[in-house]
């Protein structure tokens, strides 16, 4: 007969301690795009599960194009294959309405709701409640070189116009010495080169549809403007422009190779990070520019954390995204990665908190230019939909991807603008006939 030995108590009670924690841990997947502030939470999960030790995250970071359509594909269909997913002011109200998303109306007195700036919270809401909570807010602004304006003798006005941009840009432009005039999103996407392109309409005097959802994509404002934004990037733009969204000229501008950049507020805090870029100590900043009207010509955005109805860990995922959207965390990127890492424009004690405004001299600036973007009147003449760089109805995601695929087959020269246009118009107008806004 074979003897076996007794374990010592100790060790028994610590194994079945092991093994009731680790049956009763809870494993949630959160989706999220590859961005600087979401690869920073990301680094941060070690400190989440120190906290919840009952959960353990598994992430899936994916480039923003990819990100949409994975998680548009599982909400839509109920697959349960993530318990969170980073969306944005696009899809919340649409996916609430559908009921696709868990409303969050019983948070916790000590998340501090009323601290979330008032336009975000509006905009990650449906009939009121939240469907999702703000990770980071922006709107967009111009960044450039201040060492090559200050040797250029260029003195930037308090509200800059396109018109002196593209002088600007031609006067420095040197890519002999891979210094590009401007860099701007030129990679297709409904929420890459059509965020930005649809503020330029904007202030140039377009607008996606009439009053009557008719398409306008081939009307005198469009065509003016994006002739002036393929010109302007074909003149003096660097090479491969319709392949680079943010990520892409983030890189280019923190390297010294672009002499202007417009795009996101959220850019700021890395652009002025010394460890992160090299053009940190020569870094001036001004407003979005404009053309015809100041309407429209700068965005709203929040990247939120939302949890899709299928998910099969809700209480698990709500935790984690409390905690990811809290002051604290706020706190504990300030102080372990530096203050200018911290998500920006989601609450107003960021703004209150004094290492916040010694670090990001931009601090105020961005904040205003989020309280001053508004959804609801964001072209020159009316409009019937809500939304600044996008349309908020269902259809616009695939409306604003071809839309975004006819723009930079214009911008890599394989058609004119004139074709890019007409074509965009003939396949919206097919889409919303289909969906029934036209007869």
């Given at each position: 007969?074979?003897?076996?030995?007794?374990?010592?108590?100790?060790?028994?009670?610590?194994?079945?301690?092991?093994?009731?924690?680790?049956?009763?841990?809870?494993?949630?997947?959160?989706?999220?795009?590859?961005?600087?502030d979401?690869?920073?939470?990301?680094?941060?999960?070690?400190?989440?599960?120190?906290?919840?030790?009952?959960?353990?995250?598994?992430?899936?970071?994916?480039?923003?194009?990819?990100?949409?359509?994975?998680?548009?594909?599982?909400?839509?269909?109920?697959?349960?294959?993530?318990?969170?997913?980073?969306?944005?002011?696009?899809?919340?109200?649409?996916?609430?309405?559908r009921?696709?998303?868990?409303?969050?109306?019983?948070?916790?007195?000590?998340?501090?709701?009323?601290?979330?700036?008032?336009?975000?919270?509006?905009?990650?809401?449906?009939?009121?409640?939240?469907?999702?909570?703000?990770?980071?807010?922006?709107?967009?602004?111009?960044?450039?070189?201040?060492?090559?304006?200050?040797?250029?003798?260029?003195?930037?006005?308090?509200?800059?116009?396109?018109?002196?941009?593209?002088?600007?840009?031609?006067?420095?432009?040197?890519?002999?010495?891979?210094?590009?005039?401007?860099?701007?999103?030129?990679?297709?996407?409904?929420?890459?080169?059509?965020?930005?392109?649809?503020?330029?309409?904007?202030?140039?005097?377009?607008?996606?549809?009439?009053?009557?959802?008719?398409?306008?994509?081939?009307?005198?404002?469009?065509?003016?403007?994006?002739s002036?934004?393929?010109?302007?990037?074909?003149?003096?733009?660097?090479p491969?422009?319709?392949?680079?969204?943010?990520?892409e000229?983030?890189?280019?501008?923190?390297?010294?190779?672009?002499?202007?950049?417009?795009?996101?507020?959220?850019?700021?805090?890395?652009?002025?990070?010394?460890?992160?870029?090299?053009?940190?100590?020569?870094?001036?900043?001004?407003?979005?520019?404009?053309?015809e009207?100041?309407?429209?010509?700068?965005?709203?955005?929040?990247?939120?954390?939302?949890?899709?109805?299928?998910?099969?860990?809700?209480?698990?995922?709500?935790?984690?995204?409390?905690?990811?959207?809290?002051?604290?965390y706020?706190?504990?990127?300030?102080?372990?990665?530096?203050?200018?890492?911290?998500?920006?424009?989601t609450?107003?004690?960021?703004?209150?908190?004094?290492?916040?405004?010694?670090?990001?001299?931009?601090?105020?600036?961005?904040?205003?230019?989020?309280?001053?973007?508004?959804?609801?009147?964001?072209?020159?003449?009316?409009?019937?939909?809500?939304?600044?760089?996008?349309?908020?109805?269902?259809?616009?995601?695939?409306?604003?991807?071809?839309?975004?695929?006819?723009?930079?087959?214009?911008?890599?020269?394989?058609?004119?603008?004139?074709?890019?246009?007409?074509?965009?118009?003939?396949?919206?107008?097919?889409?919303?006939?289909?969906?029934?806004?036209?007869?």
């Amino acid at each position: 007969m074979k003897l076996t030995r007794a374990l010592p108590l100790a060790t028994l009670t610590a194994a079945v301690a092991a093994a009731s924690q680790a049956q009763a841990q809870t494993e949630i997947t959160v989706a999220t795009v590859n961005n600087n502030d979401m690869v920073i939470m990301q680094s941060l999960t070690e400190e989440f599960e120190a906290a919840h030790p009952d959960i353990e995250l598994d992430w899936v970071v994916l480039e923003e194009n990819v990100l949409r359509q994975r998680l548009t594909t599982d909400v839509a269909t109920g697959g349960g294959q993530f318990d969170v997913m980073t969306i944005g002011t696009y899809e919340v109200p649409i996916w609430a309405e559908r009921g696709w998303l868990t409303p969050l109306d019983d948070l916790p007195e000590a998340y501090d709701v009323d601290d979330l700036l008032q336009s975000v919270r509006d905009g990650l809401s449906h009939d009121g409640t939240l469907h999702a909570l703000p990770f980071y807010g922006e709107s967009s602004m111009m960044y450039y070189r201040q060492d090559l304006f200050d040797a250029a003798g260029i003195e930037v006005p308090e509200q800059p116009s396109w018109e002196e941009v593209r002088d600007w840009a031609a006067e420095l432009h040197d890519p002999d010495s891979e210094t590009y005039g401007i860099c701007l999103r030129g990679k297709p996407g409904w929420g890459e080169n059509m965020a930005f392109v649809s503020t330029l309409v904007n202030t140039f005097g377009g607008r996606w549809f009439d009053e009557e959802w008719h398409p306008e994509l081939d009307s005198p404002a469009w065509q003016e403007a994006i002739s002036f934004y393929v010109d302007l990037l074909d003149n003096y733009g660097p090479p491969g422009a319709s392949s680079n969204g943010f990520n892409e000229n983030l890189a280019l501008f923190s390297r010294g190779n672009c002499a202007m950049w417009v795009d996101a507020t959220s850019a700021a805090g890395k652009l002025y990070d010394p460890d992160e870029s090299e053009v940190a100590d020569r870094l001036g900043f001004a407003p979005a520019p404009v053309a015809e009207t100041p309407k429209g010509s700068h965005w709203l955005w929040s990247w939120a954390l939302g949890i899709p109805a299928s998910s099969e860990n809700q209480e698990a995922a709500r935790t984690f995204i409390q905690w990811a959207t809290s002051r604290e965390y706020i706190e504990l990127v300030g102080e372990t990665q530096g203050w200018t890492s911290v998500p920006p424009g989601t609450r107003e004690s960021t703004y209150a908190n004094e290492k916040y405004q010694q670090a990001a001299p931009f601090a105020d600036f961005v904040l205003e230019a989020i309280r001053g973007a508004d959804p609801t009147d964001s072209t020159l003449e009316p409009s019937p939909y809500i939304g600044v760089q996008f349309v908020g109805i269902p259809e616009f995601q695939s409306i604003g991807t071809q839309v975004g695929q006819t723009v930079a087959s214009a911008l890599t020269g394989d058609v004119t603008v004139e074709q890019a246009l007409q074509t965009a118009q003939r396949a919206t107008e097919r889409t919303m006939q289909r969906a029934g806004y036209l007869d």
